[in-house]
């Protein structure tokens, strides 16, 4: 068989369903030989690589399964470096695909032949695994090598740079590649069963990496099996939102009651939660004095980042959560303790509504719970992860977490559909709607079911909130300031996709492509948050002081 | 003064006129100190910094001048990518600046802080120089030293990556920074000289490297003054256009005489230009054995590149020049020779303009001579240089060269148009027009006078050519096959653009922003090429047999 028909089986073999890319040259045989198996596996067409590789990665985070974007040579694979190290934060399991025509790569010369480049020298810093493939004979266990890679262990995304050659070329499948199994084991059980006997206020802090373990039912048996409050990241809101022992998301930007609980614990159990807040500052230092820190972490590596008064396990939360769940567990008067959880949250529950998030939250109470939720970046993701909490729904929910990239939504909202064959609800702001505008082509002539609200703020919005604390005034942030958008009315004309102004009722069916806009005024900001050196439940605007005093004592 | 006043003003000093990018955290002083010097030095707001990088590489192309393109950290930097490889192939001087918070970068982890990544080791292939600033003594010394590099021997981009903290620190211009200036020589020149003598068809074979040099004038003086033919690579077309001694440009996509002409030289001089063609192709080679190779190369690992036949000097094309107008140079019977040049010139001329090259030199006809046109990638441009030879003009134009970066021509315009301030002529496709429509933003919220020529063909035309020639069927190239373009007379409205169907005299005045569309049927195919094993002035459609039979025997 030639290297394009040994891929293409394999990543059939794997169950990867679809691929998306702009053909090129160099990748044409790897192109025909996925159209051949088009029963096996579907192959598209995106408008700029950069999309090809968002959708990907929306394939892979909302599933945790292999998915694959393919670049030809040059400018094609340097479009796919944004989505790629999102992907890489992400832990979302992507195989990029490309290829070169120059069996030699003269690192001396500027460039060895035309769009020749040294891939993988760019790559190899945001990918788990970047490798050239120059022979036919290694081509095959490169393969495997590669997509093992990329889902075992905390996920990611990996690259392989083909010669083009191969791809029509006889290789045979003799390289055995057996991958480096992570090793199980569960030893932090013990250790916090006996930390949790002396503990009064224990919380479990999740994050992604719960996804990354499909261990979302685990969780929520265990957190209401032992009484034990959760709190997430901002973007892990969507592990376990219907349980009554969720208590929302912490961080700058948090849940104001989730906030005070973190504030109140005396041991936190961080589960796939890698604590990236800023040990050091005024705000979250109280945190590390007040309680001792439990850390199971899949990636090893993460030990690197230090956390005071912390206790680092090494293992898949899947297991630690098995474990866990063989054992009673207790902690000291747990009636006591959900008491003050409770009392904070129906205190606290109905603050911070404003404007967008209001309106996000009636939106989100009226699409369906099988509809899943992609944000883009800036104040409407922020809004978005808000209103997720208020409108008590437990749709997937999805967010380019800490790489931030900026029109990331429309690739991947595409993905999305694809992998799940759900319709998508895409929250994007009006600078990320015009990054990668060019992918609305995509959408509107696939007829994907994909409602886009865009929150339309005629600004920078999140950029626009620093400049103000910060400077005062604003450059190129705001409409006067040199900032502008599209008539989005006349741009979705443009792209056959439907257009309506928001208003109640709107997203009632979602079937065919469609754009709403709500103008949300500039200075609207994203608030509550932290400013520095303020304890973590110190949000503003600030509460009632009386209010506060007395939660704060709780 | 601080690190961003230090900037600021040294790139004032340096004649930077603009600068381009899209704002974030880390870089708002930066952005604040350029807006504060707003009389010597503009910042423009860019939609995606795909197309800041471009809008500064064409400023720098054009100019040979330094110019500016910032992103803030994580996506905003990485979405910078493309056109710095773009740059960097193609010669022309860019500083990247960029910034980070965490001071210290911990390589094991997979993200040290939200949106840091190892910047200089994802960039550092593809500029001159690349550098992490973290402390503000070494700033002004490395600031010097990237702005000298960027623009000294073979020019490029280079890329600084602050600590942000920084910009607003103070810091001391104490750090001096002498640049190795490349020692000018022209040992070639003696050697030119000693050849012509026993020379009966010489031609000059010229590149990039002589607007580089900033030798169009030399060049132009010393082939008319020595009666030697002029040939240059495609993209170099407007550096003597309007000299008699100009034949116009040598490839597989050539100008029919001027691969004529190649192929019965004896000596080829090759200024600023790499040889790049396929030495061991049978097309090429029977150049290399027909006639000997002088090549005069300004970047000294270009010597890497395995010529036949052929003996190097390292030297600015200007030396040589400079040198050689100081002596007499004669080569054997040159009347014969042109005589012979001339023959195939005008027997050959008018073969070979299909309908897209046509209309282009309908139209390169009727701008002004002080427009400028910048020219995107796929079959568009093939026919627009070919229409730039037809039309005879002698207007700059510019090509993404090697790298073909898709989409570039938008963000190339903008930038050609803030350095020039003249009127712009955009010949770009449906697929290069997708891949960053976002920036018609820039373009008409700014009411630039950038024309956009849009050759609509409805298809990725030149891999279209390659499937047809390979495989007889096409996946995703053609509108029946996948591909699909958006309404673009809606899609120009959206952005409050112009739009016109071509009729002739359109193009009559540029000064707001227009598109221009013009449908070309999708079987019109990038012609005459060369196929695979056909000698350079065998073209296809191949020419009357007796005609070609005469001529290659002249």
Redesign the interface.
């Known amino acids: 068989m030639t290297g394009a028909e040994f891929l293409v089986d394999y990543l059939v073999k794997l169950g990867v369903t679809d691929v998306f890319g702009?053909?090129?040259?160099v990748v044409?045989d790897f192109?025909?030989e996925l159209?051949r198996r088009k029963d096996d596996i579907s192959?598209h067409?995106s408008?700029?690589e950069?999309c090809a590789g968002f959708a990907a990665s929306g394939y892979a985070q909302l599933s945790g399964r292999l998915c694959v974007a393919y670049a030809t040579k040059?400018?094609g694979i340097?479009?796919l470096?944004?989505p790629v190290?999102?992907a890489?934060?992400d832990g979302s399991p992507v195989l990029i695909v490309t290829a070169h025509s120059e069996k030699k790569l003269?690192?001396?010369?500027?460039?060895t032949?035309?769009?020749e480049?040294?891939t993988v020298?760019?790559?190899?810093?945001?990918t788990k695994y970047a490798v050239r493939i120059d022979s036919p004979e290694v081509f095959p266990f490169e393969i495997k090598k590669a997509c093992d890679i990329a889902v075992e262990g905390?996920k990611?995304p990996v690259l392989i740079d083909v010669l083009s050659g191969i791809f029509s070329e006889k290789v045979s499948d003799n390289g055995m590649y057996s991958n480096t199994d992570m090793i199980t084991s569960s030893k932090s059980a013990d250790y916090i069963i006996d930390r949790l006997k002396i503990s009064r206020r224990p919380v479990f802090l999740i994050g992604d990496g719960i996804h990354q373990s499909c261990s979302e039912n685990l969780m929520r048996e265990l957190a209401e099996k032992a009484d034990i409050p959760v709190l997430s990241s901002r973007c892990a809101g969507d592990i376990m939102p219907a349980s009554e022992m969720y208590y929302g998301y912490i961080g700058s930007h948090g849940i104001r009651y989730a906030n005070f609980i973190l504030s109140k614990a005396d041991l936190i159990i961080a589960l796939g939660n890698r604590l990236?807040f800023p040990t050091d500052s005024e705000s979250f230092r109280p945190i590390y004095e007040n309680a001792e820190i439990i850390r199971i972490e899949a990636?090893e590596?993460?030990a690197?980042?230090h956390i005071p008064n912390c206790k680092h396990f090494i293992e898949n939360a899947s297991d630690t959560l098995d474990e866990l769940l063989r054992h009673s567990i207790c902690y000291i008067e747990p009636q006591k303790w959900l008491d003050v959880c409770k009392r904070l949250k129906n205190s606290l529950f109905e603050t911070d509504i404003n404007l967008p998030t209001g309106i996000l939250s009636e939106v989100f109470r009226t699409i369906g719970s099988d509809v899943i939720i992609v944000n883009d970046v800036g104040n409407n993701e922020f809004w978005s992860s808000r209103a997720y909490i208020y409108a008590g729904i437990s749709n997937r929910a999805l967010y380019s977490k800490?790489?931030?990239?900026?029109?990331c939504s429309l690739g991947k909202s595409i993905g999305v559909y694809y992998k799940s064959r759900h319709p998508v609800f895409c929250v994007t702001g009006d600078?990320g709607l015009?990054?990668?505008?060019?992918e609305?082509?995509f959408i509107?002539?696939n007829r994907l079911p994909i409602a886009i609200l865009l929150l339309n703020n005629h600004s920078?919005g999140m950029?626009r909130s620093?400049?103000r604390q910060?400077?005062g005034r604003f450059?190129?942030?705001t409409s006067d300031s040199?900032?502008?958008?599209?008539?989005?009315k006349?741009?979705a004309?443009?792209?056959?996709i439907e257009y309506k102004e928001y208003i109640p009722g709107v997203f009632e069916k979602i079937d065919v492509p469609i754009l709403v806009e709500v103008g949300i005024d500039e200075t609207v900001d994203m608030e509550p948050n932290l400013p520095r050196g303020n304890m973590c439940q110190e949000l503003v605007p600030a509460l009632d002081k009386t209010l506060f005093e007395v939660l704060d004592i709780l």
């Open positions: 702009i053909p090129g040259g044409l192109l025909y159209d192959v067409l408008f700029h950069q040059g400018p340097t479009n470096l944004t190290a999102d890489y934060s003269d690192k001396n010369l500027r460039f032949g035309e769009q480049l040294d020298d760019i790559f190899k810093s945001v905390r990611g990236a990636d590596s993460e690197d980042r800490c790489f931030g990239a900026l029109g600078q015009q990054l990668n505008s060019q609305l082509q509107g002539m920078s950029i620093r400049e910060r400077y450059v190129h942030t040199g900032y502008g958008t599209p008539d989005f006349k741009l004309a443009a792209y056959g």
